[in-house]
């Protein structure tokens, strides 16, 4: 018994596939995610942090604070970055690290997280590394400073760069992780 119509739809399902096929190899890539560069003004060492589009430059001029612009959590809590530079002077990274620490603890509830690995290199730089946990808000956030020795001329400067995320967000912590981790640093002038 011979069926016409089976070798017309056996056609029409090839073009159809083919027709598919084809669009989807036209259809461009998708767009690498694009990255921002903000910079630290008028500061005793230029510094600058990438961040991810997904981040903007929060509204004042210094210091500087980058943000991602998706809150985590109800109520939400966005993730962000600070930059804030010390003048050149004598105070060392033991004495700057330890100012650091008593800043984190700066309210009640504030438990110093002894996951953060002291010290690092950051931007080739020698740094320290420490962080804290606390609540803003009923939603517990991670606080992690790195604080990094820029040698110059006229002593070490500082840069102090702070995280801030919702404990539970790991996209959230992994952005500003990437954000301290792009920093360039270098003695103005």
């Known amino acids: 018994m011979h069926h016409p119509s089976r070798p017309l739809a056996v056609a029409l399902a090839v073009a159809a596939v083919g027709a598919l096929l084809t669009a989807c190899a036209a259809s461009p890539p998708p767009a690498a995610p694009t990255v921002q560069t903000f910079e630290v003004p008028d500061s005793a060492v230029a510094a600058t942090v990438t961040t991810p589009d997904t981040w903007d430059r929060a509204g004042q001029d210094a210091p500087l604070v980058v943000r991602s612009t998706t809150p985590s959590g109800d109520p939400g809590f966005t993730a962000n970055v600070v930059v804030t530079t010390s003048d050149p002077g004598t105070a060392t990274l033991e004495d700057r690290t330890a100012e650091a620490a008593e800043a984190l603890q700066t309210s009640a509830d504030v438990t110093l997280d ?11 730089l020698p740094a320290y590394r420490l962080g804290a946990t606390r609540t803003v808000d009923d939603v517990p956030v991670t606080q992690v400073e790195t604080v990094v020795e820029v040698a110059t001329p006229a002593g070490s400067a500082f840069v102090y760069v702070t995280e801030t995320y919702a404990t539970g967000d790991a996209e959230g912590a992994a952005q500003a992780r990437a954000v301290t981790d792009s920093l360039v640093v270098t003695p103005a002038g």
């Open 114 to 124: 002894p996951t953060q690995p002291g010290p690092v290199t950051v931007a080739g």
